[in-house]
Every structure is written in structure tokens, then in C-alpha cells.
């Protein structure tokens, strides 16, 4: 797969995009709640501007004309990524949450 596409309008947790962005693959996605979280570890993810099926399609040719989706996730990058959106770590986060909350 050289791109995943996610075309929803609404995620809670978005795993799809979660396991594309863990695997290395750019992503193009609408700007669901939660869409810029998730970027803010993964600059190979790629968010349309709009819900408009027109910025959804400008933004897909954007990564394939500047061959973006070629471009290889750094080592670290991917770790980092995989090791915040872990099992481990959110489950622990959770369980925190709720011995404090």
C-alpha cells in the first residue's frame, strides 16, 4: 500500500489511520475531530482543509504530483509514533485516569 485513504467524517479513535501511519503509510484524511492529534506524530499523515470532496481531491494530488508518498518515514519517527499510540501506553494512561478521576 503506498496510500491510505480515510474518508470519514467522523472517528472517535480512528485505529485505521492509527495502523496505516504504525506501517509507514502516507495517509490522506478529512479533517475528522482527532485528525490533527494524530498528525502531530505522524508528518506523513495529510489532512484536506475541508469536508469538500474537491480539497479531499487536491489534497491526494498533491502527495502522488510531489511523489510525497515515496518519500520514507525515518526510523525514530515511526518508534515514537508506535510507542504513543501503543496498547501499553494508552491502556496505562487510562487506568491512570481513572485512578485519579
Given at each position: 500500500t503506498d496510500i491510505y485513504l480515510m474518508t470519514s467524517l467522523f472517528e472517535g479513535c480512528p485505529l485505521g489511520l492509527i495502523e496505516a501511519a504504525s506501517k509507514g503509510i502516507h495517509c490522506i484524511v478529512n479533517p475528522f475531530n482527532g485528525a490533527s492529534d494524530i498528525k502531530k506524530y505522524a508528518e506523513w499523515i495529510h489532512i484536506s482543509e475541508t469536508f469538500n470532496s474537491e480539497d479531499f481531491l487536491s489534497t491526494i494530488k498533491s502527495v502522488i504530483v510531489k511523489k510525497v508518498y515515496l518519500k520514507k518515514?525515518?526510523?525514530?519517527?515511526?518508534?515514537?509514533?508506535?510507542?504513543?499510540?501503543?496498547?501499553?501506553?494508552?491502556?496505562?494512561?487510562?487506568?491512570?485516569?481513572a485512578k485519579n478521576g
Open positions: 518515514i525515518c526510523k525514530n519517527s515511526l518508534k515514537i509514533f508506535r510507542e504513543y499510540f501503543s496498547l501499553k501506553r494508552m491502556g496505562e494512561e487510562i487506568i491512570e485516569i
